[in-house]
């Protein structure tokens, strides 16, 4: 089978599919919405995100556990972002600090001089308990200036993170007892979460607060899903998908490869994205034209995958606008609006995300699901092992049985 994406739903289908004994191809056509993942772990919108957690299923739990680096407390969690909130989520990225253990006691927020960050702001707009802590933690110059992926690969060096620990230790000795967990900004590893090494090293809990989309977060997620597909002897083909179409019992994947032109699966899942991550376009038919009338009208979304998939918001199929100028752009999107189109478009599909005999969505590409990290997890990890079960029904079907002893008369 074979899993178009290589974001969050796709590396859930490629692994769920993999532990259900198919052989599976991942097309991956470059970064994606995935990459801006900023490391809480969602499984509806949050603030909507409802106050009891609710259970997460064992296929998900296989797949986190696969990925590796990532927690989700049986209680939820809650986090630190740099805008100076305090706010709940189902799980985190293991370099976040979850401060809902640290309800009570004092909390040290690093003073450096890193873009964005303020400690003694940040201090009193996460409200009492916290602190600025007085720590070096800044090596070289250069890094007032460096970008948050980039200071935090230096922590990926044994050495450097030492030399943090050493400078944290000191800056809590000199305050006295009393703190029991330290914030810093993003710094804390790219190809593995540093935060549970620093804390052994200093003695009390270290972590990060959340930064903005596009941070370190997202490239530990990267790190994490290509050490967690090449453990399970997953092939990646570097190419971006441009058409799906069905052949006979097998589906054909066209692509923008020269070497790789046609791939062909018993099976196939689009987790290419919603409109972040470039599976569907904004595309109503005044686009056409610049300055003309439209010569037709079409829906105002499209996939960028030529799929045979239909495209709906609501349960149902998107609507041809009756004029040529397309729908209003307010009846897509308002400010304040709960479920506007442009928050549930997608693919329509049953509950393993199947669209039709052997072709699955996942993930964002999804319509009317929550887009949140932990539901696009789960509907990923759904359509590849549906899709696994599909495959593996195909190519049972088609092997040619053993010559057996010759019939005597």
């Known amino acids: 089978m074979l899993v178009v994406g290589a974001g969050v739903a796709g590396t859930a289908a490629a692994l769920a599919a993999a532990r259900a004994g198919a052989q599976v191809s991942v097309l991956d056509g470059g970064t994606g919405a995935s990459t801006l993942t900023t490391g809480a772990i969602d499984a509806n919108l949050w603030p909507r995100a409802p106050t009891r957690p609710a259970p997460i299923a064992a296929a998900t739990h296989d797949t986190l556990r696969s990925l590796g680096g990532y927690t989700l407390p049986d209680a939820g969690a809650r986090l630190l972002t740099q805008s100076g909130m305090v706010r709940p989520a189902r799980g985190h990225d293991d370099a976040l600090i979850d ?116 941070g370190p977060s997202g490239l530990r997620f990267e790190r994490a899903r290509d050490r967690a597909l090449a453990d399970a002897g997953i092939e990646r083909v570097q190419a971006r998908a441009t058409g799906v179409d069905r052949k006979g019992n097998v589906w054909r994947v066209a692509t923008d490869s020269t070497a790789d032109r046609f791939l062909e699966a018993d099976a196939v899942v689009l987790a290419t994205g919603g409109l972040i991550g470039g599976g569907i376009d904004y595309s109503p038919a005044e686009s056409i034209f610049a300055s003309a009338l439209p010569p037709f009208a079409r829906r105002p979304f499209r996939l960028t995958v030529d799929a045979p998939a239909v495209l709906g918001a609501h349960g149902a199929p998107l609507e041809l606008p009756s004029t040529l100028f397309g729908s209003p752009p307010e009846s897509v999107v308002w400010p304040g609006l709960d479920d506007s189109l442009m928050d549930c478009v997608g693919v329509l599909a049953d509950a393993d995300g199947r669209t039709e005999s052997g072709l699955f969505a996942a993930g964002d590409l999804r319509a009317d699901r929550p887009r949140a990290w932990l539901d696009v997890l789960a509907t990923g990890a759904a359509a590849g092992a549906a899709a696994a079960k599909t495959a593996l029904n195909a190519s049972a079907a088609t092997q040619v049985p053993a010559e057996g002893p010759p019939i005597r008369p």
Request: proline share 7%; net charge negative.
């Open 99 to 214: 401060i809902k253990p640290f309800a009570s006691v004092r909390v040290g927020v690093v003073r450096c001089e890193r873009p964005g960050w303020d400690a003694d702001a940040l201090a009193r707009a996460w409200g009492e308990g916290f602190e600025p802590l007085d720590a070096l933690v800044m090596r070289y110059a250069d890094e007032r200036m460096l970008p948050d992926p980039d200071f935090a690969m230096r922590h990926d060096d044994e050495a450097r993170l030492g030399w943090l620990a050493e400078r944290l230790r000191d800056a809590l000795a000199r305050t006295g007892h009393g703190i029991r967990a330290v914030v810093l900004p993003s710094c804390l590893g790219v190809e593995y979460p540093r935060a549970q090494t620093l804390s052994e090293r200093v003695g009390v809990r270290c972590g990060e607060a959340i930064a903005s989309p596009g």
